[in-house]
């Protein structure tokens, strides 16, 4: 059995105790949420751990391309919660939408599945093609060019052209092709296979559209104001996020990069379908909570016998094909994200102009520094599902003991498998100090995140000195990175999910919650721009020159721990003026 899955469980296992002893003191509701989120993320990191692996290693695209597509994705899906959320918040409900959205996740997961015969590269040199063989998977895989039928390796000369090594001095084609005398292409396999990628990408964006921003809205209304069970609830409920990304890191990252893509996948898939099951039959115990505005309305035939709710789900389809488009290219999801914030922050400072009190609307600014705040430190730590797996897959050591090795995609469960270990503590932790005063307001949490965030690239950095002859570094600093990093994610994203149910006007809670998810999608199209940054050159999906590639991801991360590091002391010098704008919404009473 696979070792680290063993070790994942051990881990799953031990941490979980504190947990399920801490949701007794909660509402029921937030039981039913915690493993209904929890398998919605074991789905969506399941397949978020593969994808960048998919698009570089079986379709073959070039690291910029890659970035691009899966920064097209990820923008995506933190936008759409924000027409989902006002959705919610006008017609269906938050547990209507919810239970809508996952529906679109399991048929966008099991659609993954298909993923059809891998892209091949072909080198041309003096008319003449020659293919290049890919064999095994993972630590395993090689890529070698087929020269008269039979496979040789390469490497990078020093003038930027290619070295073939072996090849017999009768070959067709010289052991040293230099730069411009040769052309490297892709063959791709037929169209149909690229749109059913498409396809998939567009259900799970709009599944997750209706989705993300609803579920954590009903977590915030389980609790009445001032309750100080609400931060512990939402660090608890963040645990359940991270125990099925942890999982699926570890499951969908072993069957994808061993079984094949297809397997990765549909398990992301059946994870979604219990997630969904979980969801409808807990509904009693969310107490009412979620329900539509007006249920009446909502039922009343509008186009024929069809109702607003179906009118609603329709559209929903129909959003599906115009997302199989726009995901496609990632200038014109630039365009979208732009008309997105122009559209959603008008509505909320129109309704701070006209609807909101003093106190509101000062909340309300206050809850718009959070989510600039937000932006940085997710742009820096979703470098995890990019720039950093195709890291981890070519400049660090993953070897563990004997014949045993972490997979690529095994290594962003560091991310996850962190916060199961942090979050019982961090509750705790919060808790202790709320009930003695002490708490560390909203802001300077913030900035201690993003200080860790920065700094979590200089240890990176520091790992790259110690590459042995192969480049690859010590996996303890990868480790290390990760724990800061998630130490940073336990300041900021439970907090800052609190904040907005704290924050927000009552007709505003889930049009704030989905305007967090904006900030964030913001994040993901900056970190796709990072991620092009550490672009290397690739043949067959496998990087040419890894001491190039290091270096050139040493330099970029040296960069962007500057902006997390800056960002977080400018937020810890201001937070004693910008924590009077909550107007005592983050304060507790006695517990």
Same mark, same amino acid.
């Given at each position: ?432 100090? !709320? ?7 909203? *802001?300077?949490?913030?900035? /201690?995140?993003? #200080?860790?965030? =920065? &700094? $979590? ?106 902006? !997390? ?7 810890? *010098?201001?937070?004693?003026? /910008?924590?009077? #704008?909550?107007? =005592? &919404? $983050? ?5």
């Amino acid at each position: 059995m696979d070792p680290v899955a063993v070790a994942s469980l051990v881990v799953a296992g031990v941490t979980a105790v504190p947990v399920f002893l801490q949701l007794r003191q909660h509402p029921p509701g937030l039981r039913i949420l915690f493993f209904a989120e929890m398998w919605e993320r074991f789905s969506y990191y399941g397949m978020r751990g593969l994808l960048i692996f998919y698009l570089t290693q079986h379709y073959l695209f070039d690291d910029k391309t890659a970035s691009a597509n899966y920064g097209a994705y990820t923008s995506l899906v933190y936008l759409l919660p924000v027409i989902g959320g006002v959705l919610a918040d006008r017609f269906l409900g938050a547990r209507k939408a919810v239970a809508f959205g996952a529906l679109l996740l399991v048929a966008g997961h099991f659609t993954m599945a298909f993923e059809g015969k891998p892209a091949t590269q072909v080198l041309t040199y003096q008319g003449a093609a020659y293919d290049f063989q890919v064999t095994g998977r993972a630590d395993s895989r090689k890529v070698n060019l087929m020269v008269a039928g039979q496979p040789y390796a390469y490497g990078p000369s020093a003038d930027g052209g290619l070295d073939i090594k072996g090849l017999p001095a009768a070959a067709p084609l010289p052991a040293h092709l230099p730069a411009g005398q040769y052309r490297l292409s892709v063959q791709q396999p037929p169209p149909l296979f690229k749109n059913i990628l498409y396809l998939a990408l567009a259900l799970i964006i709009v599944g997750v559209g209706f989705l993300k921003a609803n579920i954590s809205a009903i977590v915030g209304q389980l609790y009445p104001q001032g309750d100080p069970r609400r931060d512990p609830g939402f660090t608890l409920y963040y645990y359940g996020i991270n125990l099925g990304s942890f999982l699926a890191a570890i499951t969908c990252g072993w069957l994808g990069q061993t079984v094949g893509w297809w397997a990765g996948f549909g398990a992301a898939g059946v994870g979604m379908a219990l997630g969904w099951v979980v969801f409808v039959l807990g509904k009693p115990l969310l107490q009412g909570k979620g329900e539509p505005p007006d249920p009446v309305a909502l039922a009343k035939p509008r186009f024929g016998p069809i109702s607003t709710e179906w009118l609603i789900y329709l559209g929903a389809f129909a959003g599906v094909a115009v997302i199989w488009a726009i995901v496609q290219s990632f200038t014109v999801v630039s365009y979208v994200l732009g008309a997105g914030a122009i559209v959603t922050l008008g509505y909320v400072f129109w309704y701070m102009a006209t609807k909101a009190s003093k106190v509101e609307r000062d909340r309300v600014i206050l809850a718009m520094v959070l989510i600039a705040a937000s932006v940085v430190f997710w742009a820096l730590y979703e470098q995890g599902g990019s720039s950093l797996g195709l890291f981890a897959d070519r400049n660090v050591n993953l070897h563990l003991y004997g014949d045993h090795s972490m997979k690529p995609a095994q290594a962003q469960a560091f991310q996850s498998g962190w916060i199961l270990v942090l979050a019982p503590v961090m509750a705790a932790i919060w808790t202790f100090l !709320g009930r003695m005063g002490r708490d560390p307001n909203p *802001v300077f949490k913030f900035g /201690l995140g993003l #200080l860790l965030i =920065g &700094a $979590s690239y200089y240890v990176i950095i520091l790992g790259g000195t110690f590459a042995g002859p192969d480049f690859k570094s010590p996996l303890i600093f990868l480790a290390g990175a990760y724990l800061m990093q998630t130490t940073g994610e336990m300041c900021v994203s439970p907090v800052g999910l609190s904040q907005m149910t704290k924050l927000a006007p009552p007709m505003l809670i889930s049009t704030l919650m989905a305007t967090w998810f904006l900030g964030t999608a913001g994040a993901q199209f900056v970190a796709a721009k990072i991620a092009q940054l550490t672009a290397s050159d690739t043949i067959g999906g496998q990087v040419l020159d890894a001491g190039k590639a290091l270096a050139t991801y040493s330099h970029v991360f040296g960069i962007i721990g500057l902006w !997390g590091l800056g960002a977080g002391l400018l937020m810890i *010098v201001l937070s004693p003026w /910008l924590k009077k #704008l909550a107007h =005592g &919404a $983050s304060d507790v009473h006695g517990g």
